[in-house]
């Protein structure tokens, strides 16, 4: 038997409260999405998702043992250490690590955070004062906020001191550092929150609801691109802060770079650029807070409480171009199921956020190392008409690489899983158009990539440059393709998810060499090939052999594993609770 | 045109359908009855080919319908209980795609789904977006996607929930009709007016078992009742309904 204190039933008593009730409710659903049976959204659960915010800071702080452990400095030579001068990069990485993932998380989830429509439908019709939810909103989003930032840091926030005082004598330098490295990431982390809360509110403050609506894609996207870019970018920062002019002058205006000056500044070995910098964290930590909070408000007045005013209505013109879209349809898809399919999966693309962000994202990633190496190219001289470089040849091979991989794993993200009935039923599960459309839909948005190519190498580089390299894109595109759908017999997005496979770390790594010998390796052997076109003999094979694997690969797989698939794991009817057990 | 011969469907062992046998003719209404467990939904399932069933078969034209499901599906309408759509696709977009799985050719569904719309009244709003569709509206658009093929067999699981009261006068003529001009139509639904008011035959499942399967004034003539809610209560054997509501009330009104 169970004896509850009176703290306890008091706490328990406090819990029931209506107020904090809705918290938990609108807390919670960032963690465990729509809440409804069959819901496609991941499903996390509190416990894991902290769990998996928690540990990239920690293993990032681990691997910094290499540089500043006393023993290995030695054995390498290193006397002359500056702990304070070689923890600035490390500690710009943190803190835009802990910005970019933060703002990553609000900008996946912030549908889910603010209250919409079914909120209106629950929650409203119940006797509590509009005020009440406000409230209750508001507090989980400050909650969150403040959950985000210390979890993500947590990690970090110990390991890292313990790692740059690891050859310090003194306790009094961890507790230094442990103190300011923490204040500081956290600060970041509560900006970046902060800011994007900010952003929403300001628009939908000043914009229509539905307008709001429509440009939230572009608006996530355009803040999901300037993350990557920030993040790739972490590693040139500390170095191109030291240096003057121009380029110096616009890098300070990185939020960032003000958290990196407030860290120095705590420290107390801030230059007059860092304290001016560390000034702008402060005074940019106030304004996101005030901007965000303005905002909420403002609308939440325009948009919640005027939810039974608007329609959700979102009107299309009538279709563009049929002649083109019926000549496609004839040439381009070759029965009545593949062009329905095809045209599902575009639309869901397209038109579905979740699925149109991680694109985007994948996108996004593609052309921030794509322009870094082409800045690279740049930085080493372009040679114009001569031969073309590694980096400038691996640009259009990086994009395909990143939307290829970023649409294979799209189309494992089920979307509105309930409605996968009428292909059910109207598909043949023996003759599955799933891996044909998948292919052209992915050859949708490459050859595009090829088109683009080609006129610019043909007019920096000539004719023959840019004839091969498309070529070769083209090739090696088709090549990936077939190989992401080798074991792939679904429609896109009508299949329930995969379960985390036990795999997963390596699957990554994969992807990574794959990324290497796709976009790197082939961008390098290329340039090798233009320079001295015997390799290109020893080169030529590659695609052969590639698609005579793939070709048995796909010969061995038996009938079984060729049909179409709507569920990962099947479900029954009814589930035996065994209760008597 | 229809058979369901000693149909079971077992969940681990635990039955949801046993042995369920019944004809649908050509031109035939048949309603299916039955309380919420009865077994309803996993007999449409069997029907459309969603479900197989642990023992027995379903034949259509004398066939078993897995030995060629596709074909079986070419000449099957059906709206399923719940009016799950891509929310995302237009009303109109979402119709094509079903015309266009079918194998319809894009001259006759641009005819057939244009004037569909016009008819059921959506034509205004074919380009919204499903989200934006009420229930009943959704619930048209699945009407109208299993009828754009014309098909000879129509199985429909509970249309008529959330249309408004002139689409479902117009649904009850529609069903007539269907059967009038030889379609067969297989009808589940818990609107006993609306069954009795269009179906010829019926079938009443009660815990996965046929309770009775008669011609609709047959089996009123057996029982006894004026109504098919009357002899739906008798045979279902169920507490009294006036008793239940008192008790609810009383329940209710208690401090």
Known sequence: MTVSSPETSRWQAYAELPFFRLVRLFTGRVFHGGGEPEAEELDLGLGAALALLALPGSFISLLLFDKYGSLLRLMRGQTNFDVY????????????????????????RWDSIFPDRRDYANLVPLPLPMRQIFLANLTAV????????????????????????????????????ALVH?????LASVFSCLAVFAIVGV??????????????????????????????????????????????????????????GLFQWLRGRASPAEIHAAKLALAGLGAALALALIGYAVSYRRCFIKIPETVDITTRNARRLPRVGALFDRVVLRDSPERACYHFVLSTLLRSERHSIVVAAFAGLGVVVASEMLVTAFTRGFNR???????????????????LVGLRLVFQMPAELRANWIFRLLLDPGKPPGRTVARKIMLSFVLPIAGIALPVYVAYWGWLVG??????????????????????????????????????IVSVLIYLLGFYAFALLTAKAEAETLAFPAVGILLLPAPMVGWWILRGLRRDTPEIDQQLMFEEHPTTGFELLSLNE | MLEA????????????????????????????????????????????????????????????????????????GYVPEEPNLYPYLSGLEYLEMVATLRGMSRAKLDHKIDELLSLFSLHPHRHASIASYSKGMRQRILLIASIVDNPDLLIFDEPLSGLDVTSALVFRHLIKALGEHGKAVFYCSHVLEVVEKVCSHLLILRKGAVLAYAPAAELQRETGKSSLEHSFVHLMEEGDATKITNDIVEVMSAP
């Open chain 2, 5 to 76: 011969k000693g149909l079971t469907k077992r969940y681990a062992s635990i039955p949801a359908v046993e042995d369920l046998s019944f004809q649908l003719l050509t031109g035939q209404v048949l309603g299916c009855l039955g309380p919420n467990g009865s077994g309803k939904s996993t007999t449409v399932k069997m029907l459309t080919g969603l479900l197989e069933p642990s023992r027995g078969e379903v034949l259509f034209r004398g066939r078993n319908i897995q030995d060629d499901l596709v074909g079986y599906r070419k000449c099957l």
């Open chain 1, 203 to 260: 628009l939908l403050s000043v914009l229509p609801y539905m307008a709001f609506r429509r440009i939230s894609l572009y608006v996530r996207g355009l803040i999901l691109t300037f993350l990557l870019a920030t993040l790739s970018t972490s590693f040139a920062v500390p170095g191109a802060l030291r240096g003057a002019g121009k380029s110096a002058g616009l890098i300070r205006c990185l939020p960032s770079v003000w958290f990196l």
């Open chain 1, 385 to 403: 008409g001569g031969t073309p470089s590694a980096e400038v040849l691996s640009v259009p091979l990086i994009l395909c690489y990143c939307l």
């Open chain 1, 85 to 108: 001068a070689a923890a600035v990069p490390d500690e710009y990485f943190f803190i835009v690590f802990s910005m970019v993932v933060t703002a990553a998380i609000v900008t996946w």
């Open chain 1, 142 to 177: 400050l909650l969150l906020t403040a959950v985000f930032a210390v979890d993500l840091n947590a990690g970090s926030a110990v390991l890292f001191p313990i790692v740059v005082s690891a050859s310090q004598e003194t306790f009094l330098f961890f507790g230094q550092f």
């Open chain 1, 182 to 186: 923490a204040l500081t990431i956290i």
């Open chain 1, 467 to 504: 004839f091969l390299h498309s070529g070769i894109v083209i090739v090696w595109s088709w090549l990936l393709i077939e190989t992401l759908l080798l074991y792939f017999r679904k429609i896109p997005f009508t299949c329930s998810y995969p379960s985390f496979e036990h795999n997963a």
